[in-house]
């Protein structure tokens, strides 16, 4: 059974670019959050996917947004990047069995940089 | 709203005392609990977790934390820290989506030093 896996690992970007973050869920679960954690602060939630549909969002803009695939791998898409956007971004996956009580499971994160 | 205070940014222990984190939880109604550990330029371990049922959970690497309702805490304890517990813990609070699923809001972390 493989765990949450994301890629890149690391990635630098300029201002106003656009981004795209990957992340393939583990085996067997079908729901994915993405968070945001900025240097010296805990994670903060994005948005979730389950069955490929936004299930919910955090307090972010809307240039930042995903995608749940068949396969429930995900996607976070950033547009127009500002430098605070610079951070590590998490994702966690979790069964869907009981929704309001799964436990999710974490990737490594991207590491990225906005110059 | 939902929130978590981690009062302790910084703590540093001997290798072999006892370790306490602190975590202190606002939520409306009975909240879902977690602490997670995560090692430089890692992702986050889940250490424990607590829904309901017996207050004092166990957890993996030898943690466990204690669910306090009248103090709205969490305190996650370790009767004898070793060297490869140094890393940073978060206390974490779940909350029920509109549409189903659950979030995570979690505290700013408190970081552990372990000395020789």
């Known amino acids: 059974e493989t765990g949450v896996t994301q890629s890149p690992t690391h990635l630098i970007k300029t201002r106003g670019q656009q981004v795209t973050l990957r992340c393939s869920s583990q085996?067997?679960?079908?729901?994915v959050s993405w968070y945001q954690q900025a240097l010296g602060q805990g994670p903060q939630f994005i948005f979730q996917?389950?069955?490929?549909?936004?299930?919910g969002r955090g307090n972010f803009p809307p240039r930042f947004s995903g995608l749940q695939f068949p396969n429930y791998s995900s996607e976070l898409n950033v547009n127009a990047l500002e430098l605070d956007d610079s951070a590590l971004y998490l994702c966690?996956?979790?069964?869907?069995?009981?929704?309001?009580?799964?436990?999710?499971?974490f990737g490594p994160g991207t590491r990225l940089t906005v110059l | 709203a939902q929130s978590v205070t981690q009062p302790d940014i910084h703590i540093t222990v001997s290798e072999g005392a006892s370790l306490e984190l602190r975590c202190n939880y606002s939520?409306?109604?009975?909240?879902?609990l977690f602490w997670y550990v995560q090692s430089p330029g890692q992702g986050l371990q889940l250490l424990l977790k607590?829904?309901?049922?017996?207050?004092l959970v166990q957890g993996i690497k030898g943690f466990e934390a204690e669910f306090k309702r009248s103090q709205s805490s969490f305190n996650l304890r370790k009767p004898s820290v070793h060297w490869s517990d140094a890393a940073e813990y978060f206390c974490?609070?779940?909350?029920?989506?509109?549409?189903?699923?659950?979030?995570?809001?979690f505290g700013t972390g408190t970081q552990l030093k372990v000395e020789l």
């Open positions: 966690a996956s979790s069964s869907g069995r009981d929704r309001s009580t799964d436990t999710q499971y």
């Open positions: 085996s067997g679960h079908n729901t």
């Open positions: 996917y389950y069955r490929e549909e936004e299930n």
């Open positions: 939520y409306g109604a009975t909240p879902y």
């Open positions: 607590y829904f309901s049922g017996d207050t």
């Open positions: 974490a609070v779940g909350d029920i989506l509109t549409g189903g699923g659950n979030k995570l809001t």
